[in-house]
């Protein structure tokens, strides 16, 4: 910096002298006194370049101590890029292991689905042995209050038996007092005594009487009582007990033989006939098994576990009406018997109703001949779908259609609830009692009654009746597990069920996201048959955030190459129409308000014939536009009209 200020001073200087030789010049001074003036200038210019050239030379130093300062920092710089280089490479590493690490756990999301499914099925399996557990608790209570009954009955009847043999010795002695004094009143023939002794003696008999009719009674509970606990107590009049205390037996009871013969009372007027009536008419107590068993082989007083219960006896004629009824299997529905009605109303589902079927139902005809109202007064139906149920299997039998959903029961249905994707409404349905054929005739009342609300599961629905309707309830039409699929049509994706879409969202890389599925009611036939549902409500549905535009890309093209062309133009064609709304989870559906002209329906009670379905039987190809959609070769499969949108569409 010296140096630069040094030139231009210098140059100022010898601008100055020249001046100064000029001025000298013009003013006659000599030529001496300017040399000797420029000598003088010319050693203080050396002095200065000496000056300068050392204040050079430092510089020049401390510029060498800056490059060596520099190449230091070089080295530092280039080994502190090889540094940010292994840490890049270490990043990348680390990334793909996380990406690793992400799809392991997506995988053991899965697999932590399919345990809690499995724990669920296992808790409910768990309290309903636990239910079953407290009901046999229960039923061995009232066993053993039922036991303490019988015994407190048995000390009754051992306490009956021991007064009857006290009169019996009381009576014994009387009548022999009666004979002495019978041989008293023939050597004295007095009248008065005979008539006194007449009296005692009715009294007497009247007293006895009384006891007999006592002990009637007490035989008859403990007969009733005994009958609930599979063993019965009867006296049997053809058994008689001598005087040793020995018993005879002259013939089998009514009741131990089988026979149908009425029973005679033992204390029967002409029982009463011989002079030892009371006696001979008292028959020994007893237990007995049913069935045709002698007598000699039970105990007389003796109550054996083991043996054939009481009330086989019934169930054993009953087998063998069994054999009758195989003459008639193939009677017509009108003339089946109660028994055969009851039987098929619970393979049937409603064996709740069968105590009120016994007392009201004849025939098989009572039942086709009866009316909604007839079977909620006189059977006790008051559910609304178990009696939609009945009448929709009764209206089959009267029109001699053989529907192929009715092969479906209400098992299946549950197992198929899990299929569309809505395992949450397997206890309604259930309860209900809904089975393939209900399936055809559901309506919206019906689904709100199930406690189905949202405007997304009843089109999931819809389309699910609407795929079983095209495969004739083929109860396997479903697709569950993937195949070796290539080449994958709408035709097949329309078939798929819902954990079948979860594994195609694995093969696209968003497994993490296929758990949310579960109790959406996406399946296969929404994907293609509702034409509103496009790659944003799957989106939605995965809970994708919108701010993750790249992933939700991703879905919508691998979404779009999934339903081929056709379907997609009908999507596109709805999404760009006036009165598009899209759908959303939070839509709810309500029932039709009615007008004035509906409250006279709303009094008569009558059955609903209306074909407001969920899901018409009609499965003509009808486009919203009017035209045919095959969807890939899957005819009869179409998109849903706008007006049966408007149906299903009531939102809130």
């Known amino acids: 910096s010296s140096s630069e200020c040094w030139i231009p001073w210098q140059k100022q200087t010898l601008f100055f002298c020249q001046s100064q030789v000029n001025h000298h010049s013009s003013n006659n001074e000599t030529y001496q006194e300017r040399l000797a003036r420029l000598e003088g200038d010319k050693e203080s210019l050396i002095l200065q370049v000496s000056v300068l050239t050392d204040q050079v030379e430092a510089q020049g130093e401390k510029i060498r101590d800056l490059e060596i300062c520099l190449e230091g920092h070089q080295l530092k710089l280039n080994a502190t890029e090889e540094m940010l280089q292994q840490e890049l490479l270490s990043r990348t590493s680390l990334e793909t292991q996380k990406l690793d690490l992400m799809a392991e756990v997506s995988d053991l999301k899965i697999k932590l689905v399919g345990m809690e499914k499995e724990q669920s099925e296992y808790e409910e399996k768990q309290n309903k042995a636990e239910g079953l557990l407290q009901e046999l608790r229960h039923l061995k209570i009232k066993v053993e209050e039922l036991e303490n009954e019988r015994n407190q009955y048995e000390w009754k009847l051992k306490a009956t038996k021991a007064e009857i043999a006290q009169l019996q010795e009381q009576l014994a002695l009387k009548d022999a007092e009666i004979e002495r004094l019978q041989s008293q009143l023939s050597r004295t023939s007095s009248y008065t005594e005979v008539a006194e002794r007449d009296q005692e003696v009715q009294r007497l008999k009247i007293g006895m009487e009384t006891l007999l009719a006592a002990n009637e009674e007490k035989t008859r509970t403990v007969l009733i009582f005994d009958t609930k606990c599979d063993y019965i107590i009867v006296l049997n009049p053809g058994e008689t007990e001598n005087m040793d205390g020995t018993v005879v037996s002259d013939d089998l009871s009514p009741l131990s033989s089988g026979t149908d013969s009425g029973p005679q009372s033992p204390w029967s007027p002409e029982n009463r006939k011989s002079p030892k009536g009371i006696k ?3 028959g020994k107590i007893r237990r007995t098994q049913s ?37 008639d299997h193939n009677a017509p529905f009108a003339q089946w018997s109660t028994e055969r009605v009851c039987n098929w109303l619970e393979d049937f589902g409603l064996g709740q109703y069968v105590i009120f079927a016994r007392q009201w139902v004849t025939s098989g005809h009572t039942l086709l001949t009866a009316t909604p109202q007839d079977m909620e007064k006189e059977m006790g139906i008051k559910h609304p779908l178990h009696r939609k149920k009945l009448v929709l299997a009764i209206k089959a039998i009267n029109a001699k259609q053989d529907e192929k959903s009715a092969q479906l029961d209400h098992i299946w249905v549950t197992r198929w609830l899990d299929d569309i994707g809505l395992p949450q ?5 259930h309860e209900s009692r809904v089975d393939g054929r209900m399936l055809q005739y559901l309506t919206v009342n019906d689904l709100l009654f199930l406690k189905v609300t949202s405007q997304l599961h009843h089109l999931s629905i819809k389309c699910a009746i609407h795929v079983l309707h095209v495969n004739s309830f083929n109860p396997h039409c479903l697709r569950r597990r993937p195949v070796e699929e290539n080449n994958v049509s709408p035709s097949d994706v329309v078939q798929w069920s819902n954990h079948r879409v979860m594994e195609w969202l694995r093969s696209v ?43 939700r890309r991703h879905l919508t093209t691998n979404f779009n190459v999934l339903i081929g062309p056709e379907a997609q133009q009908e999507k596109r064609e709805i999404m760009e129409s006036a009165a598009y709304t899209p759908l959303t989870t939070t839509a709810k559906v309500r029932p039709k308000k009615l007008g004035f002209s509906h409250f006279g329906n709303l009094r008569k009670k009558k059955f609903d014939e209306s074909t407001d379905y969920i899901c018409p039987m009609d499965t003509n190809p009808v486009a919203t ?24 569409g009531q939102t809130d």
């Open 509 to 551: 890389d968003l497994a993490e996201y296929a758990p949310n599925l579960r109790g959406s009611g996406v399946h296969g036939g929404l994907i293609i048959l509702e034409p509103r549902f496009n790659g944003d409500t799957l989106a939605m549905l995965l809970n994708i955030p919108p701010q993750k535009t790249l992933l």
């Open 280 to 282: 001979k008419i008292w």
């Open 625 to 648: 536009n009017g035209t045919s959609k095959n969807y890939g070769g899957h005819k009869g499969v179409s998109p849903f009209s706008d007006r049966e949108l408007d149906q299903v």
């Open 425 to 429: 409404y397997k206890d309604q349905f």
């Open 291 to 327: 069935g045709n068993f002698p007598a000699d082989d039970l105990g007389l007083a003796e109550f054996r576990r083991g043996g054939l219960r009481a009330t086989a006896g019934p169930r054993l004629s009953r087998s063998k009406d069994a054999k009758g009824h195989k003459s």
